[in-house]
Structures are given as C-alpha cells and as structure tokens.
C-alpha cells in the first residue's frame, strides 16, 4: 500500500504472529501491544514498573523509527495483569508520556502472552 511504512522491534511473536512493532499511514502511527522483550528476547526482569520502562521505550523507538517522537502520543493503552501494580505503571507512564498528556486507559487482564510479564501497552502517535 502506497505511503504505508512498517518497523520491526525484533520480537519473536512479530514473526509467529504475523504483525509488525509499528506502523505509519499519512501522520498517523500505531503501535501493536508491546510486551517487555528484551534484545535477545527474553523478558525484561524486576517488577511492573521495570517492565513498563522497557515497554515504553520499545514503543518510542519505534515511533521515533518512523518519525515521530513521544510528544506525538495521542492515546496509550495499558494492559496490567496485577491491580496493585498501576501506581507504579502510571508513575512510568508519566515519565515518558507526561508532557504529551495522551488520552490513556488502564485496565486489568487475566493474562498475556508469557506468564512472567506484568504489563502490555499499545500508544497512537499523530505527526504535526
């Protein structure tokens, strides 16, 4: 599709799945729910906050990849598996989202794709 680009994160379930990290159409960007994976892919370690951390910063890479950069986050989805841990996930959130004040839900699952992971997130950035 014209004026469609694509950005890998390199994780295993890109691939197995059939998606991508990202993608751009026009001014928009949309980024797929991104667990906390590693480089070599295994789990980031520690607690939720550690996991979000690394989450965000896969999600603004891919964002940046694409030219945008976190000031351009409109909406952010976050995806706990443990109500105990959104103080620490928001505190995180706002760390890195903060200044763009995107549009924000947090919600509780049973589950995600490894047992060990804490969080997901998902964020739409919009260029200009």
Known sequence: MIGRRRVSSGSPYEAQFGFCRAVRVGNRIVVA????VEPDGSTTPGGAAEQADRCCAIIVAAIEELGGSA??????????TDFG?????????????????????????????????KIEIEAEALIG
């Not at 729910?33 to 906390?36: I, L, R």
Request: proline letters at 4%; hydrophobic letters at 50%; charged letters at 20%.
């Open 85 to 117: 841990d959104q103080a620490a996930v928001g505190a995180v959130h706002a760390r890195w989202f903060g200044q763009a004040r995107p549009a924000a839900t947090m919600a509780g699952v049973a589950w995600l794709c490894r047992k060990e992971w």
């Open 71 to 80: 000031s351009d986050v409109v909406r952010t989805r976050m995806l706990l």
């Open 33 to 36: 729910g991104t667990g906390p």
